[in-house]
């Protein structure tokens, strides 16, 4: 079976630096995914690691080590409507579904 | 808009009842996915489907069944509903991995 663990909450402060961690366990590993979803609406893609290594797209890094079964999302800058759960999800080899986490709930206060 | 449309959106119905929910999916995409999401569970995997078969399955009730029609627009059907199939349903489409899912707006089912 798969494992995949985040936080279930989170807070920070407008303008601020947030890392949300995920940690997988799984056979098969191909490649890692985030959403953020706000409440009642759509997950939309943020991101996607295969490699080893940081991603860097705007306000948002995410960040891989296969061999850790680690990743991260960096969220710089924080600004009101980042208030979302963000969700990790992995793809396994020779599959094109994803196992989603449970989501970590990022409140962002002024 | 992602592209990925579902309907309907709210669907209110008894226990014991029966409805079905319906996804077209972005224009190319020959994947369907759909997933199922609870306060306590996050988001479940149910059934994939490409080009009109079925890809693979997850954690789908023997009640639930799905399936996917010539124009790529794909079915979910809930059978014998209890109050525990109130959720959030999500269709997803894809072209491959790489570019992950593009979700649907959901159908919120109560089942009361």
């Known amino acids: 079976g798969q494992n995949i663990d985040q936080p279930t909450e989170m807070t920070a402060t407008e303008g601020a630096i947030v890392q949300i961690n995920c940690t997988y366990q799984?056979?098969?590993?191909?490649?890692l995914f985030w959403y953020q979803q706000h409440a009642g609406e759509a997950p939309t893609f943020l991101s996607y690691?295969?490699?080893?290594g940081l991603e860097e797209k705007g306000r948002f890094s995410s960040f891989l080590s296969r061999s850790k079964g680690y990743s991260y999302l960096l969220l710089k800058e924080l600004q009101m409507k980042d208030s979302a759960s963000y969700l990790c999800?992995?793809?396994?080899?020779?599959?094109?579904?994803?196992?989603f986490g449970k989501g970590t709930m990022l409140l962002v206060s002024p | 808009d992602s592209g990925v449309t579902q309907t309907p959106k709210h669907l209110i119905t008894a226990t014991g009842q029966r409805v079905t929910l319906r996804c077209s999916p972005r224009?190319?995409?020959?994947?369907v996915y759909w997933y199922q999401q609870s306060l306590d569970q996050g988001l479940q995997f149910l059934i994939q489907?490409?080009?009109?078969?079925?890809?693979a399955k997850g954690n789908i009730l023997e009640r639930f069944s799905a399936q996917q029609f010539p124009d790529l627009h794909s079915e979910l059907n809930l059978s014998s509903l209890e109050l525990g199939d109130s959720a959030l349903y999500f269709c997803?489409?894809?072209?491959?991995?790489?570019?992950?899912?593009?979700f649907g707006s959901g159908t919120r089912l109560t089942v009361v």
């Open positions: 997803a489409s894809s072209v491959d991995t790489t570019d992950g899912y593009t």
């Open positions: 799984t056979s098969g590993f191909n490649g």
């Open positions: 690691n295969v490699l080893d």
């Open positions: 999800a992995v793809s396994l080899m020779g599959y094109s579904t994803l196992t």
């Open positions: 224009s190319g995409d020959l994947s």
């Open positions: 489907y490409y080009n009109g078969e079925e890809r």
